[in-house]
């Protein structure tokens, strides 16, 4: 299993996770073409998608969405609660029901609720027969079923969103900076250490941080918040950035 970012902050997110012939896209948060010249760059044409999932329907997540399914004929997954706030009917949507897993193509796909601003919104465990990989961004805090459901994953794609002290002086609004920060938000730096220090992290292999705000927060101040927790661990540390995003990366079972 490999996966890679097509970019990952507040002005999109697309993530491309692939295993034998099937290929997710999860989530679309940029143009058609956007999307499209994001994907040659990892060498992929849109037609070798098999389907797009979609974590909630704010628009750094489902831009694209809509022109991308309609022009390659691709299967849309989200839950109920999202189409609906969508306003889409049912053609060419899959309804994906919250904490079960579903069979697409070679690759097993978790939905997993999480707590965040938007109608049903979900996050995703992807696995094959020996490979588990999570992704976690906009999650307002984490919850114990979160903690129950990432155990045991070779690869996670993780938010650190903001830095409470770069927040809390920023150029955000009180409303905005109180919806950021809130339960029902985005998780800050120290969340996500929080959540890496709850996780049997013997598998974990690879982690990459995502989500980073370019207002609220910065690269460096992320890897120090997870650097306490990450100090006997032997895996690796990457960004996906709003631009570049971040290149193919293998996700392999812990020897």
């Given at each position: 299993m490999r996966y890679c970012s097509l970019g990952s902050g507040s002005k999109g997110n697309a993530t491309v996770i692939e295993h034998g012939g099937t290929r997710l896209l999860v989530d679309c948060g940029f143009s058609l073409r956007s999307t499209e010249q994001r994907l040659a760059v990892a060498g992929l044409h849109a037609s070798q998608l098999t389907a797009i999932l979609v974590t909630h329907e704010h628009s750094d997540h489902?831009?694209?969405?809509e022109?991308?399914?309609r022009r390659y004929n691709l299967p849309v997954?989200?839950?109920?609660g999202t189409r609906h706030a969508l306003g889409l009917g049912t053609e060419g949507i899959e309804t994906l029901a919250l904490d079960r897993s579903i069979e697409i193509g070679d690759l097993r796909v978790e939905s997993v609720a999480v707590p965040h601003d938007a109608r049903e919104p979900c996050q995703f465990i992807v696995e094959n027969d020996t490979t588990r990989f999570g992704l976690l961004t906009d999650t307002g805090m984490i919850t114990p079923w979160i903690i129950e459901r990432y155990q045991q994953l070779d690869g996670l794609l993780l938010e650190a969103n903001?830095?409470?002290?770069?927040l809390a002086s920023g150029p955000y609004p009180p409303r905005l900076k109180a919806r950021v920060g809130g339960q029902h938000g985005h998780l800050s730096n120290q969340q996500a250490a929080g959540l890496l220090a709850e996780l049997d992290r013997q598998r974990l292999k690879h982690l990459a941080v995502a989500?980073?705000?370019e207002k609220n927060n910065h690269p460096d101040l992320a890897r120090d918040a997870l650097s306490g927790v990450l100090a006997?661990?032997?895996?690796?540390?990457l960004v996906a950035c709003q631009n570049q995003g971040?290149?193919?990366?293998?996700i392999h079972q812990a020897a």
């Open positions: 489902v831009h694209g969405v022109k991308l399914a997954f989200m839950t109920a903001y830095d409470p002290d770069m989500h980073i705000s006997d661990w032997s895996g690796q540390l971040l290149p193919w990366q293998p």
